[in-house]
Structure formats: structure tokens, C-alpha cells
């Protein structure tokens, strides 16, 4: 059951989670992750954030295992959202309680100490997410964050980077500055009413291309779509305008594509997504059997779990 406990007003504008999600017709590969999710509150043990820009529903790391196996994952990495702001303790609370299935992506300050990151190294911690949606975060000093960069670097964890496509050309330069694996969140949140081959689209495309160190979650259809859930005419699936999208970075960058429900899904205005139904979407935009396993199974244990990749999980 949903809870709106805590220490925060009702939800403002944001849908709750989806309920009963549908099983999914698509059967994911064998240990499949999924490498981008959250877990919020409860916020009567996890107080949200003072300085957050949204409050979200509770979604707990009870809740987000049930999910994972309804769905047919068998990991997940839950990303801190913006709404915990750099306070992790949920999130830590999720990794403890995974059994070693889940691993996890922070955030933190410059003040945070060796001893702390070593802790959530230990925890299953494997990167830290830089966030620049301006609707969702204030701004960090670059310096903060590429001395951030520097200090994870030598723990072996990446960069998380979340952006607005507009954006890029302006942060372009730090980005390339940092020294570690950089993942992106959602493609970098193209404008799908742009065509995929014009220039917003095709500047994120050099960017993957040009740096071998940067990856790309290609999930999140239900927030980047315009076209929405209903399946177009002549067409059997949700979400058809950000297919051509999500395939073309599959299909460039089989080996550097990552997927991710991103339950529960916040800031989510116009519709909740069926978790069982963008499982569905998989198929679309990995279209065979190998890239399917690569983008599902061998890219993320790559990332997160490197003393199993390689091995049958
Ligand atoms: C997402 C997307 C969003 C929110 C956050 O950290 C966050 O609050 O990432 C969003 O509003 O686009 O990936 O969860």
C-alpha cells in the first residue's frame, strides 16, 4: 500500500505510482538489471530533503523489490533522486536490504569524508549522479563537482550526469573534463518532436561518439514521449515517438546502453506508466536477442557488478 506519511505536504501535482502493474509479454534475459530506479521515504524514517523541489509519494525499497520480481529483474541500481537531496539513507537502507541485488548511485557534497564513501563502497555504492535540471536542483560550483569527480575516481565508481538537451552545448566542456565513466540519464532528454538525425539529437550523438568513456541510459519513454501511452494507429506499442531515438543509440552504442524503469517515477503530470508495459518497450528499441542481453544483462553487470560480468548469473 502507498503511504503519505512523513514530514511533507500531499503530493503537489504529481501522479501516484501505478498499482498492479501488468506482466510484462516480454521476457527479459536472464539476471536482467534494472539500472535506473528510486526509492523514496518513507518519509516518517527517511525525511525528504528541505531544499527538494517536489515531494514525492513513499516508495519503498519493500515495494521496489516486489517490482523488480514481478517484472522479471533480477538487480537493481536505485539512483538517489533530488528529492532525498544529498541525505542517502534511504537509499543505503535499500542496498542493505537487497541481499547484494541492488547496487547504487549517490550523491554527495564536497564535505563528505573518505570514511563515508568508503562505507557506501562497501554498501554496494558504485557512482555519484551530478544533476543540472534546473527545475530540479540549484546550482553546484564546477569545481565542487570535478573535485567530487577526482575523489570517486579513485574508488573505481562513474559520474551519473542528468541534463536537458538544450543544455548540452553548454556544459559540454565539463563533461568531457571529467575523468571517469560518465553515464547519461534518459538520452539526455531529447525533444522527440525534433527529428533524430537534426542537430539537437545528432550533438548528443557525437558526444557518445567522440567519448568513449560515455554511456546512456536509454529509458524514461513514458517522460520524454509527446505522442504518450497510446499505442498510434498502425502502430502496437506506446511511447512510438521516442523509438527512433532509443533504437539509433542501441544500435550505435550496443555496449555502452543501459535501461531503467525509473519507478516510482516522479514529477510524472499527464500519466503513471504501467511498469509492465515499458518492460514491453524493450523489444522495440533492442531488437534482437543480442542486444537485448547487452543492454540488460552484460552492460550493467559491466558497470555495477565487474566481479560478475563475464560469468552466467
Ligand atoms: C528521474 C527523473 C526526474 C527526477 C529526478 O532526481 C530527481 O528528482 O531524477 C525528473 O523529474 O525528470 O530520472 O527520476
Known amino acids: 500500500m502507498k503511504s503519505t506519511t512523513g514530514n511533507f505536504t500531499p503530493t503537489a501535482g504529481w501522479l501516484d505510482w501505478f498499482e498492479g502493474p501488468a506482466k510484462p509479454r516480454f521476457v527479459l534475459p536472464a539476471g536482467a538489471v534494472d539500472a535506473h530506479c528510486h526509492v523514496f521515504g518513507p518519509g516518517a524514517q527517511f525525511p525528504y530533503a528541505p531544499e527538494r523541489k517536489y515531494t514525492p509519494c513513499d516508495a519503498s525499497k519493500e515495494q521496489l523489490f516486489a517490482l523488480r520480481d514481478h517484472l522479471g529483474f533480477a538487480k537493481n541500481v536505485i539512483v538517489q533522486a533530488t528529492c532525498h537531496g544529498a541525505d542517502n539513507s534511504a537509499l543505503m537502507d535499500a ?5 547484494g541485488q541492488a ?28 544533476n543540472f535540471v534546473k527545475r530540479l536542483v540549484d546550482f553546484t560550483p564546477k569545481d565542487e563537482l570535478l573535485e567530487i569527480a577526482q575523489r570517486i575516481k579513485a574508488l573505481g565508481w562513474h559520474v551519473v550526469i542528468y541534463f536537458e538537451a538544450v543544455d548540452l552545448p553548454e556544459l559540454w566542456d565539463f563533461f568531457t573534463a571529467l575523468p571517469t565513466q560518465v553515464v547519461v540519464d534518459h538520452m539526455g532528454r531529447p ?61 550505435t552504442f550496443p555496449d555502452r546502453v543501459l535501461w531503467g524503469t525509473d519507478w516510482p517515477h516522479p514529477n510524472l503530470k499527464d500519466h503513471m ?23 540488460l544483462v552484460d552492460n550493467p553487470l559491466r558497470l555495477y557488478w565487474p566481479e560478475l560480468s563475464g560469468q552466467a548469473s
Open 273 to 295: 506508466p504501467d511498469d509492465g508495459l515499458l518492460v514491453d518497450f524493450i523489444p522495440h528499441i533492442a531488437v534482437n536477442s543480442e542486444l537485448q542481453r547487452k543492454l
Open 95 to 99: 542496498l542493505h536490504h537487497s541481499n
Open 103 to 130: 547496487r547504487g548511485v549517490v550523491t554527495v557534497k564536497r564535505g563528505v569524508t573518505d570514511a563515508e564513501l568508503q562505507t557506501m563502497h562497501a554498501a554496494g555504492v558504485r557512482g555519484v549522479r551530478f
Open 191 to 251: 525533444n522527440v518532436a525534433h527529428p533524430v538525425d537534426g542537430p539537437e539529437f545528432s550533438l548528443f550523438m557525437k558526444f557518445m561518439q567522440q567519448h568513449e568513456n560515455v554511456w546512456s541510459k536509454v529509458s524514461c519513454p513514458e517522460r520524454l514521449s509527446i505522442s504518450g501511452p497510446q499505442a498510434l494507429q498502425g502502430q502496437q506499442h506506446a511511447y512510438q515517438d521516442v523509438v527512433p531515438f532509443a533504437r539509433h543509440v542501441v544500435q
